[in-house]
């Protein structure tokens, strides 16, 4: 099962862009929580968990459009 076609691009071949971009989002969510802003922060954590099932758990390297 290959993961999800909008999230299954070349550029996410490197593991350290996969891990930067959930970092990212995890940090995005701690912001939102410390702004008291929980919908928002409910929301990207949403994303978090789904871009986190998407890149390790589904991943496979997509060949390069080259």
């Not at 691009?9 to 912001?31: E, H, K, Q, S």
């Not at 758990?57 to 060949?63: R, S, T, Y």
Request: glycine letters at 4%; a negative charge; proline letters at 5%.
């Amino acid at each position: 099962m290959a993961a999800h076609k909008t999230l299954a691009d070349p550029i996410f071949n490197p593991l350290w862009r996969r891990v930067a971009l959930i970092i990212f989002l995890c940090f995005w969510t701690g912001v939102e929580i410390w702004n008291q802003t929980y919908g928002w922060a409910a929301f990207i954590a949403a994303i978090t968990i789904y871009c986190g099932w998407n890149f390790f758990v589904l991943w496979e390297d997509v060949p390069s459009q080259e």
